[in-house]
């Protein structure tokens, strides 16, 4: 079982910066393959980034590709999303999310691959 609390949303000018932080509880984070999906108002939740369980594998939409990281500590049992040159349509709830435990696949891309989920954190872009 692994807990997952989101933090670091907020309000951010279009073209800023934010870094959201995912903490997650247990002593098996180092074995779930971890994602940051997003939803914005009025519509479905839709994949953001993932990264495998020991952070060498890294996956992104193409609608953030080249501005956001997604990265991990599992030393601290953290996992980070750094925005960058954010957009208002990058306006949403966003959420981080763990795969199942020990499973060989490198990065999770489905909701429905994941089974842990926060409960997420508000991000606004103003334009």
């Known amino acids: 079982q692994v807990q997952l609390v989101e933090s670091g949303g907020g309000l951010v000018q279009a073209g800023g910066s934010l870094r959201l932080s995912c903490a997650a509880s247990g002593r098996t984070f180092a074995m779930h393959g971890m994602g940051w999906f997003r939803q914005a108002t009025g519509k479905e939740r839709e994949f953001v980034a993932a990264i495998s369980r020991i952070g060498v594998n890294t996956y992104y939409a193409d609608a953030v590709k080249g501005r956001f990281t997604i990265s991990r500590d599992n030393v601290k049992n953290m996992l980070y999303l750094q925005m960058s040159s954010v957009k208002p349509e990058d306006t949403a709830v966003y959420y981080c999310?763990?795969?199942?435990?020990?499973?060989?696949?490198?990065?999770?891309?489905?909701?429905?691959?994941?089974?842990?989920w926060g409960q997420g954190t508000q991000v606004t872009v103003s334009s």
């Open positions: 999310a763990a795969g199942p435990a020990g499973i060989p696949i490198a990065v999770l891309l489905r909701e429905d691959e994941y089974h842990y």
